[in-house]
């Protein structure tokens, strides 16, 4: 019978084995590598809670002198129509001249990767681009290129490798998709 795994109200089957996504961070990590070599001291700016296993595995595959950082994205409900507000708590030092790269966990409709990139824009680092384990091209209405996406997926809901629903599933090593059940 096929592996499941219950969260909360919901039923999740396996869809993307741990060796899978191994291979995955491991062809990002080599663009990453060739794309960076004889770069001053780039750094590595990973999005909590979710990238924290995906940027665990990525930096151990690269081969240059970098510099690692994380952030968290803190939501504030706004006071007017503007709705959710993010900003950035995290970034105690200076990233003026730095080449930086944000590591995602999964980028969606982009809405917090753009705020991100905002935030960031405002202390003047030298490039500024984006790696995400999964990226989900249907569901993207940012204009702001996503260069290294490790897998791209449907519009499906997964969890595990650090992605979670309502905070539970972060610890799986294999990827899981919900089920109809
Ligand atoms: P965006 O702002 O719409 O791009 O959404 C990005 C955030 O939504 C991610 O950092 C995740 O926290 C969450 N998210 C989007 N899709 C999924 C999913 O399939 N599983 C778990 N979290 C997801
Ligand atoms: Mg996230």
């Not at 592996?3 to 089957?13: N, S």
């Not at 993207?140 to 650090?162: C, D, H, M, Q, T």
Request: contains cysteine; negative net charge; hydrophobic residues 40%.
């Amino acid at each position: 019978m096929e592996k499941t795994v219950k969260l909360h109200d919901k039923t999740f089957r396996v869809m993307i084995p741990a060796s899978e996504i191994d291979a995955a961070v491991k062809a990002v990590a080599d663009r990453i590598n060739a794309d960076y070599a004889g770069l001053e001291t780039p750094l590595f700016v990973g999005v909590l809670n979710g990238s924290f296993m995906f940027l665990s595995d990525l930096i151990k595959k690269i081969e240059f002198n970098s510099e690692l950082s994380f952030v968290k994205l803190a939501s504030y409900e706004g006071t007017e129509s503007t709705g959710k507000v993010h900003s950035l708590i995290g970034l105690n030092k200076s990233i003026e001249g730095r080449h930086i790269i944000i590591v995602e966990d999964i980028v969606d409709t982009g809405a917090s990767i753009e705020h991100m990139i905002e935030d960031l824009r405002r202390g003047n680092p030298a490039d500024i681009e984006v790696c995400t384990l999964f990226f989900k091209p249907a569901s993207y209405s940012r204009n702001y290129p996503i260069k290294y996406s490790a897998l791209e997926i449907g519009n499906e809901f997964i969890v595990g490798y650090g992605l979670d629903y309502d905070q539970l599933g972060r610890n799986l090593k294999d990827i899981y998709v919900v089920t109809n059940e």
